[in-house]
């Protein structure tokens, strides 16, 4: 399978970066998405982001028609960060900060404070469903401030239209219609929104079967009819990473691998995180290579940190210590799991090194 690693200079993260230079509110030293600028330049009153979980540049090619709404206002392909995930994904184009910055690195994270892997939006401890703290672990010691506090804070008006602020909207159509009412309010405005499909279809269908297609020829349907609504408005969909089909294993079908292990693997089944025993780090070097060594990279921490591929810029205080001794990147059509209920349940998947996982869509509608 193609590989790609992200790309700092032309991600997720920079598309913040423009918007908030838009309004006035200039960080040094953050790069922006260049394309957007252009467009952002023409002086629109509304902004408005949509981001749909999950709608990679795949889905697009393979879900929908190249003459319909969103193919044929598809303006750039651009990256991801690593992991091609939205806990980190979705942190990045908040924050305009990179993973490594901002240390929402995944679905699960290992907080060394608490010696816990804490499944981050639900705070409870991986694996259980106990709370992991009576506070917020991940906005305790990864807390950031997002593009619409900072414009608000500078005096401008900015809005999140999320099924996680209030009014809670729990459909794509009560979105819209927020948006909608929003964009009628008078002077210039950002409007951020954010919907968990086609993301949530797919981890459970697949990424082109019938329920996928009709979910994503539906989002964009909405979207079309959105934006016939309304005026003197730019609209940019794009989404937080792509989505592949893959099989899954359970790690715990592999003692001479799970035996090796200080605690179970953290971030995402295609990109784990691996604290190893020390007198045991050979043997799960061989083992690991010998059962998944043409599926995935398997870098020791000094190599990940190297890579950079967790991004660029100043890095968070917590960050190498959230890291394990190991990184395991998936590269193929495999993905490893803590459990066999997860292995069996999941068909679309995303957070490893593939193009179809990695590229996203700029979609941009001048209205």
């Given amino acids: 399978m193609k590989q790609k690693l992200p790309n700092y200079s032309n991600c997720i993260t920079n598309l913040a970066n423009s918007i908030l230079e838009q309004f006035g509110v200039k960080e040094e030293g953050r790069q922006k998405l260049e394309i957007l600028d252009q467009y952002m330049a023409k002086g629109y009153e509304n902004i408005v982001v949509i981001l749909l979980d999950g709608m990679g540049k795949c889905i697009l090619e393979k879900n929908l028609a190249k003459d319909g709404f969103f193919n044929t206002h598809l303006k750039s392909i651009y990256s991801s960060v690593f992991p091609p995930t939205t806990v980190a994904a979705t942190t990045s184009v908040v924050s305009g900060l990179n993973p490594c910055e901002h240390g929402w690195l995944g679905w699960d994270c290992y907080y060394p404070q ?89 981890h459970e269908k697949g990424c082109y079967g019938a329920e996928a297609k009709q979910t994503v020829r539906t989002l964009e349907k909405q979207v079309q009819q959105l934006c016939d609504e309304l005026e003197n408005t730019l609209v940019i969909v794009t989404a937080d990473h792509g989505h592949m089909d893959s099989k899954g294993v359970a790690i715990t079908d592999y003692p001479s691998i799970t035996e090796c292990l200080v605690r179970m693997p953290s971030i995402e089944p295609r990109a784990l995180n691996l604290f190893i025993k020390e007198e045991k780090k050979e043997q799960f070097e061989q083992e690991f290579q010998k059962a998944f060594g043409d599926k995935f990279l398997l870098w020791t921490k000094e190599q990940t940190l190297q890579s950079k591929i967790f991004g660029t810029g100043t890095v968070h205080p917590n960050f190498e210590k959230m890291l394990g001794d190991y990184l395991a990147i998936a590269i193929d059509d495999l993905s490893i799991y803590s459990t066999k209920e997860e292995a069996d349940f999941f068909v679309g998947v995303h957070a490893g090194l593939t193009e179809d996982e990695m590229m996203i869509p700029l979609i941009i509608v001048e209205i």
């Fill in 114 to 202: 608490i010696d816990k892997n804490v499944t981050v939006f639900l705070n409870t401890e991986t694996g259980t469903n106990h709370q992991a703290a009576d506070y917020n672990v991940a906005w305790k010691y990864c807390g950031y401030e997002n593009f619409v506090s900072k414009i608000r804070k500078k005096g401008g008006n900015a809005y999140e239209v999320t099924p996680f602020v209030e009014p809670f909207p729990d459909n794509f159509d009560k979105i819209c219609e927020q948006i909608k009412s929003l964009c009628k309010k008078p002077g210039k405005k950002c409007i951020y929104s954010y919907w968990n499909e086609p993301d949530q279809i797919m």
